[in-house]
């Protein structure tokens, strides 16, 4: 099973700055097998990049997603008040999905 | 709109049965591009997925290893939906049920059940 370890588990800013959050893979990991979400309190995950780079339905601009076989990030560019909430990164791999423990951003 | 309406009781005792069903609007149980999940989260263990099925001319079904001979995914396409057993519980279950849409990733959530096990 590939285990995915998020990093920071908190990250602190203030609106308007660039987040920067890490998923590292215990072994490689597909590209196209990568995807990130965004939880906020009492709500499901949505869905915000897949294939580790690539925006879904109605996502903005401000995320993004990048890297490649362990090492994996997702940008969001100029915080607004609503990126204020947790991301789960996760990864399929033979009909085993497994996701990251979640980072929380919150407002410094 | 595509919609997936979960039910089913928040509260199982222990040893019993843990029963869901989510309901499809917008798209269709039967598609031959879509895969329907289950998912669940809890403090404890995170986000943790537990089972799927689709059709791809006939139906399939992959469950979590950890609880293979304890979960059964349905799919019922009379009423387009699909539900998820999961027998003999314990209070380790308790946990938010999510149903989703998706193969690789999950682009469709429900809104989430939550289960309790307990007396």
């Known amino acids: 099973e590939v285990v995915l370890t998020q990093s920071p588990g908190t990250l602190s800013l203030s609106p308007g700055e660039r987040a920067t959050l890490s998923c590292r893979a215990s072994?490689?990991?597909?590209?196209?097998?990568l995807a990130w979400y965004q939880q906020k309190p009492g709500q499901a995950p949505r869905l915000l990049i897949y294939?580790?780079?690539s925006r879904a339905a109605g996502i903005t601009d401000r995320f993004s997603g990048s890297g490649s076989e362990t090492d994996f990030t997702l940008t969001i560019s100029r915080l607004e008040p609503e990126d204020f909430a947790v991301y789960y990164c996760?990864?399929?791999?033979?009909?085993?999905?497994?996701f990251g423990q979640g980072t929380r951003v919150e407002i410094k | 709109q595509i919609q997936l309406q979960q039910s089913g009781p928040g509260l199982v005792k222990p040893s019993q049965t843990l029963s869901l069903t989510c309901a499809i609007s917008?798209?269709?149980?039967?598609?031959?591009?879509?895969?329907w999940n289950w998912i669940r989260q809890s403090p404890s263990r995170g986000l943790e997925w537990l089972g799927r099925?689709?059709?791809?001319?006939?139906?399939?079904?992959d469950y979590a290893v950890s609880l293979r001979g304890r979960i059964t995914v349905n799919a019922d396409t009379s009423k387009n939906q699909f539900s998820l057993q999961l027998n003999s519980v314990t209070p380790e279950d308790t946990a938010v049920y999510y149903c989703?849409?998706?193969?690789?990733?999950?682009?469709?959530w429900g809104r989430g059940t939550l289960v309790t096990v307990s007396s």
């Open positions: 099925t689709y059709y791809r001319s006939k139906w399939f079904y």
């Open positions: 989703a849409r998706g193969g690789v990733s999950f682009d469709l």
């Open positions: 917008g798209d269709s149980v039967s598609s031959n591009t879509a895969a």
């Open positions: 294939a580790a780079s």
């Open positions: 996760q990864q399929y791999g033979s009909s085993l999905w497994t």
């Open positions: 072994q490689s990991v597909s590209s196209s097998h």
